[in-house]
């Protein structure tokens, strides 16, 4: 005898009918990615899982090269949420350099966006340093400076793309049995010419551990908060754990704003060590950017040294170190004031400058080799923004500004200073030199 359980709502026990054919939910990504090997991408292994989706290790079947998938459901995330993983795509686009993760392919079907791209066949940085923790084996210094000097390369060309990465950390940091460093996870990035509708830092995003102090002070984010959180990354490699931590949350951004951290250990060289302290300056001002990193003599013997590694390594194709031999040879050959003089037109011009509490006025701006300098014409007040202090130019949208050539550039305080010009020509040549001038 069958028992009958009744439901656990209490109705009364009725047979299910049976799905009508066709009602099945198709597979919106059916044919591009699954397990058969009619399908374009063919799974291989689950590399991780998440809330939003997952990574799969899988083989292009046209070719039989393996690359690494990314699938996320956008259906129910929030719209904050689909634009992190929209942005990626287009961020990871615009970036063709060696150490960096390269965009293969992108899919966006019913809801379902699958991102193709680069595999990086070593596993990521965090967890080769959690392995070394634990049989306390550190980086030989050489191995340190080649992740270093990768990362750097790799973050000068997304800053040269007018891009920051904006969520630097060691999990993001991809690692090659080759010994090549890939940068990837673009998620939080953001192209910083954008209009001030989304302007550069008012987006509090990353990990709280390579958050820089100005950032926990609601400063906006700029090129120097990236240095930081990249001197965190070098911290990190170098002594097998996080500069700052704490018990709790507060205590965290206590250590971080009063920079209290171990001191760097004596195994390596005065000169990693120098420029470790100096990424990690409580002061951004003090902070290196990457080009003047690249103008130190310990840098540059470093970056020539590990150019000669990747030219007689075997299993290196050709191709890839032509690439990194001519991103390296680009930041040898340039000189500090040269590169960074040659960026700067000098520019002069009658606009007009919006003020909150006096609205449009005439102003006389000026560029040169010291900054951006803004005269009221009415009372004569002069205002300056160095250039060191420059960290965005960007149009404004005509529906946002309510007029027509408008554009604005920010320091690194936050500050927005908004210009409209009279004539297109005269507005599109105004945003090339000051975005020219916008320090790398």
């Not at 060191?388 to 690194?412: G, R, W």
Request: aromatic share 8%; proline share 4%.
């Amino acid at each position: 005898m069958t028992e009958h359980k009744r439901p656990a709502n209490g109705n009364s026990a009725l047979p299910v009918p049976p799905a009508e054919e066709g009602t099945e939910k198709k597979d919106p990504l059916e044919g591009i990615l699954g397990s058969r090997a009619e399908c374009k991408y063919v799974k291989k292994k689950l590399l991780g899982q998440g809330s939003f989706g997952s990574a799969w290790r899988v083989e292009e079947t046209a070719t039989g090269l393996i690359f690494a998938a990314k699938v996320m459901d956008t259906n129910n995330m929030s719209a904050k949420d689909r634009g992190f993983v929209t942005n990626e795509v287009k961020c990871l686009s615009r970036c063709n350099n060696a150490n960096i993760i390269r965009h293969r392919a992108s899919y966006d079907r019913g809801g379902m966006l699958l991102i193709i791209m680069e595999y990086a066949d070593g596993g990521d940085l965090y967890r080769q340093i959690k392995a070394r923790q634990h049989a306390v084996r550190h980086f030989k210094e050489h191995e340190v400076l080649y992740i270093f000097l990768q990362l750097c390369l790799a973050l000068d060309h997304i800053h040269g793309n007018n891009m920051m990465h904006r969520d630097l950390k060691t999990a993001n940091v991809l690692l090659t049995t080759t010994g090549l460093v890939k940068l990837g996870d673009f998620g939080f990035s953001r192209q910083y010419e954008d209009s001030l509708s989304n302007p550069v830092g008012t987006t509090f995003c990353g990990t709280p551990y390579y958050l820089s102090p100005e950032l926990w002070r609601r400063a906006p984010y700029s090129k120097k908060s990236e240095m930081w959180a990249l001197g965190v990354v070098l911290y990190e490699v170098m002594v097998l754990k996080r500069p700052f931590g704490g018990r709790n949350m507060d205590e965290l951004i206590d250590n971080i704003v009063h920079a209290r951290r171990a001191p760097l250990p004596n195994m390596y060289s005065d000169d990693l060590r120098r420029v470790c302290d100096q990424l990690l300056s409580l002061d951004p001002a003090k902070r290196p950017s990457l080009r003047q990193l690249f103008q130190l003599p310990f840098i540059r013997r470093g970056l020539e040294t590990l150019r000669r590694s990747v030219e007689i390594h075997k299993k290196i194709p050709q191709q890839v170190f032509n690439e990194i031999a001519q991103n390296i040879d680009e930041v040898l050959s340039s000189e500090l004031p040269e590169y960074e003089g040659s960026r700067v037109t000098a520019h002069r011009g009658m606009l007009q400058r919006h003020t909150a509490d006096r609205g449009w006025k005439d102003c006389e701006l000026s560029l040169d080799h010291n900054g951006v300098l803004m005269r009221n014409v009415e009372t004569g007040d002069v205002e300056r923004v160095d250039l060191e202090a420059l960290t965005s130019v960007c149009p404004i949208d005509a529906a946002m500004a309510h007029e027509k050539y408008v554009f604005a550039l920010k320091n690194q305080t936050g500050k927005a200073y908004w210009f409209k010009d009279r004539s297109e020509e005269s507005y599109e040549r105004w945003i090339s030199v000051l975005q020219n001038a916008v320090p790398r």
